[in-house]
C-alpha cells in the first residue's frame, strides 16, 4: 500500500484569499460526521465546502463535529455559519479560544509590542487596516459554540481512535490528530515536505512575546520522537514522510539562522524591523506580509540568541539586537 493511501475520509480542498492558496479541510463521513477545520468565510469556499460533502452525500446539516486545527482565519474562518447550520459541536485548544472570538482585539493588543520592535506607524497602520479588511471574510464565533480540546483527549475518526496531540509554535493552540496504530497523523500547519511553517508571534497578557520558534522545534521533534511516518497537511502538499521532513525543516531552519548571523554582522545594532527589512526585502513593496515577516524574523532571532551568538538590548521604547 501506498503510504498516502493511509488517509481516511477524503481530503476537501476549500480555497482562501491568502497567499498559501486552498486549505485541506478533511472529512469523516462515518458516524458521528466530523470535519477537521472549515476554511474562510467566502461563498467560493461555502460552496467548495459543499461540495465535498456531497461527494459522500452529506450537507453542512449533517456535520456534528467540527475540530479546529487552531485559531488561524484559514482554518475557522466559517465555523459560526457550519455551527448555525448545523449545530455541530466544536472543539479547539483553549489557548485559541481569544483568538478566534475577539480576532481583532487579539491582534490589535500587539500593537505597543510591535512598536517596541520597531515597526513605523505606517506598517503599524497597515496590519491593523488588514485586521480589519480580514472582517469580510472571516466570522468570529461566540466563545459559547467552542469547547475544549487538549492533549490526551480522543475523537473517532472513520471507525478509529484518533488522540489529540498540543503542537504549539506555529500557533500557541495548534493541534495534531494521530493514528498511533497505523503510524499517520492530521498535522495541520506544523509540518511540510517543502516549506518552513512560520512560528507566528504570540504576546502574552503581561506584554511579553513567546519564544514560538523553540515551540515549534520541540513539536516537530515530538511528531518523530512518536515513530508516526505519514503526515497529511492543510496546505500544498497532499501527504508527507514526517522523518525526512522533520530533518529537511531544520536544514532550512539552520541555513536561515546562518543568513540572519551574517546580516547581524553587517548591521551592527538594529531593531528586529530593520533586521526583517534586511532578511526579507520583498516587505518594502508588500506591507501586507509584515506580520508574517517579523514573525519569521523574531523566531530566528530567538535561535541565534538562545546560542549566545547574539544579545537583545531592551531600552523600554526600543529593542536593538547585536552580536554577542
Known amino acids: 500500500m501506498e503510504k498516502k493511501g493511509l488517509l481516511k475520509g477524503i481530503r476537501i480542498p476549500v480555497p482562501t484569499p491568502y497567499p498559501i492558496g486552498d486549505i485541506y479541510c478533511y472529512l469523516s463521513y462515518q458516524p458521528p460526521v466530523t470535519l477537521l477545520d472549515v476554511g474562510v468565510n467566502t461563498p467560493k ?21 467540527v ?5 488561524h482565519a484559514d482554518h475557522y474562518g466559517q465555523v459560526y455559519r457550519v455551527y448555525r447550520e448545523s449545530g455541530c459541536r466544536v472543539l479547539l485548544h483553549p489557548s485559541d479560544f481569544s483568538k478566534v472570538c475577539d480576532r481583532f482585539g487579539y491582534y490589535s493588543a500587539m500593537v505597543p509590542y510591535l512598536k517596541r520592535a520597531g515597526l513605523p506607524d505606517g506598517f503599524i497602520k497597515v496590519f491593523l487596516d488588514v485586521m480589519d479588511e480580514e472582517t469580510a471574510f472571516i466570522e468570529d464565533p461566540p466563545k459559547g459554540i467552542l469547547s475544549p480540546i487538549e492533549e490526551g483527549d480522543t475523537i473517532l475518526w472513520m471507525g478509529q481512535e484518533l488522540q489529540v496531540i498540543h503542537l504549539p509554535g506555529h500557533c500557541l493552540g495548534h493541534i495534531g490528530l494521530v493514528n498511533l496504530e497505523e503510524q499517520w497523523a492530521f498535522t495541520g500547519d506544523v509540518i511540510f515536505s517543502s516549506m518552513t511553517a512560520d512560528p507566528i508571534i504570540h504576546i502574552e497578557p503581561n506584554g511579553e512575546r513567546l519564544r514560538a520558534m523553540h515551540q515549534h522545534l520541540r513539536s516537530l521533534e515530538r511528531l518523530k520522537e512518536m515513530g508516526l511516518e505519514v503526515f497529511f497537511p492543510s496546505h500544498k502538499e497532499e ?4 522523518a525526512a521532513s522533520v ?20 548591521l551592527g545594532r538594529a531593531t528586529p524591523f530593520e533586521i526583517m527589512l534586511a532578511f526579507i526585502p520583498e516587505v518594502k513593496e508588500n506591507h501586507n506580509f509584515c506580520f508574517v515577516a517579523l514573525s519569521d524574523t523574531f523566531g530566528r532571532l530567538d535561535l541565534l540568541e538562545e546560542k549566545g551568538l547574539i544579545k537583545c538590548e531592551d531600552t523600554g521604547e526600543l529593542l536593538y539586537y547585536s552580536l554577542s
Do not use: F, Q
Not at 452529506?58 to 456535520?63: G, N, S
Not at 475540530?67 to 485559531?71: E, K, Q, Y
Not at 501527504?239 to 514526517?242: A, K
Open 45 to 65: 469556499a461555502w460552496d467548495a465546502l459543499t461540495r465535498g460533502l456531497a461527494e459522500v452525500g452529506l450537507t453542512p446539516k449533517d456535520i456534528e463535529v
Open 67 to 71: 475540530v479546529l486545527s487552531h485559531g
Open 239 to 242: 501527504w508527507g514522510m514526517v
Open 247 to 266: 530533518d529537511a525543516t531544520k536544514r532550512r531552519i539552520a541555513y536561515k539562522e546562518k543568513m540572519m548571523l551574517e546580516l547581524i554582522k553587517e
